[in-house]
């Protein structure tokens, strides 16, 4: 079972920056694809981005691309998601989540089979 614990979350001005890092623990932690997805209040958890095991290939959402960032350092067990040109529609809870099972650069919630708890993130205008 893959742990993730999300850190790095709290509040920024518009056009700031935040890095997020979702530590992990598991024996394979290098095999897996890794991704974020954030929940604002009322709304379904959606896509942000999602990264392979090696760390070669990447994805993002529209919304996100060009302002976000996500990167993995696999001997750290870590991955991260470095934001920058923050608006307040960023405000979200942000959840890194890992695919066991093989899907790939999925960005269905259902593609990944392990969840950290969150971290928060407000941009205020």
């Known amino acids: 079972q893959v742990q993730l614990v999300e850190s790095g979350g709290g509040l920024v001005q518009a056009g700031g920056s935040r890095r997020l890092s979702c530590a992990t623990s598991?024996?394979?932690?290098?095999?897996?694809?890794v991704a974020w997805f954030r929940q604002a209040p009322g709304k379904e958890r959606e896509f942000v981005t999602a990264?392979?095991?090696?760390?070669?290939?990447?994805t993002y959402a529209d919304s996100v691309k060009g302002r976000f960032t996500i990167s993995r350092d696999n001997a750290k067990n870590t991955v991260y998601l470095q934001m920058d040109s923050l608006k307040p529609e960023d405000t979200a809870v942000y959840y890194c989540?890992?695919?066991?099972?093989?899907?790939?650069?999925?960005?269905?919630?259902?593609?990944?089979?392990?969840w950290g708890q969150g971290t928060q993130v407000t941009v205020s205008s």
């Open positions: 990264i392979t095991w090696s760390g070669d290939r990447a």
């Open positions: 598991g024996p394979t932690f290098s095999s897996y694809t």
């Open positions: 989540a890992s695919d066991t099972l093989g899907y790939g650069l999925g960005q269905k919630v259902s593609n990944y089979d392990s």
